[in-house]
Nanobody, 119 residues
């Protein structure tokens, strides 16, 4: 079992930066893929990006490419989502999730952290 806890959300202005953290406990992340998702009010949850823990490779949705960066901190069993040039449409609850491997479904989910971007 892996427990995930997100932190770092808040209220920022458009153009600002914000860094979210996803801390894993219970087991060390090894072959896992950790993804970030978000859900805006009245919208379905959407994929933001992922990082493959063992290779460090990343992938992003088009709308955040070049603005968001996902990285990992092996020592702290943590995944970071650095967001810059934030837009009002980035407002959402952000969730991190983990899959046992890249070919498996995300089965571990955090509780989410709110990001609000004002104009």
């Amino acid at each position: 079992q892996v427990q995930l806890v997100e932190s770092g959300g808040g209220l920022v202005q458009a153009g600002d930066s914000l860094r979210l953290s996803c801390t894993a406990s219970g087991r060390a992340l090894t072959t896992h893929t950790v993804g970030w998702f978000r859900q805006a009010p009245g919208e379905e949850r959407e994929f933001v990006g992922y990082i493959r823990w063992n290779t460090g490779s990343t992938y992003y949705r088009t709308s955040v490419k070049g603005r968001f960066t996902i990285s990992r901190d092996n020592a702290r069993n943590m995944v970071l989502l650095q967001m810059s040039s934030l837009k009002t449409e980035d407002t959402a609850v952000y969730y991190c999730a983990a899959a046992e491997s890249h070919d498996e479904q995300y089965v571990y989910w955090g509780q989410g952290t709110q990001v609000t971007v004002s104009s």
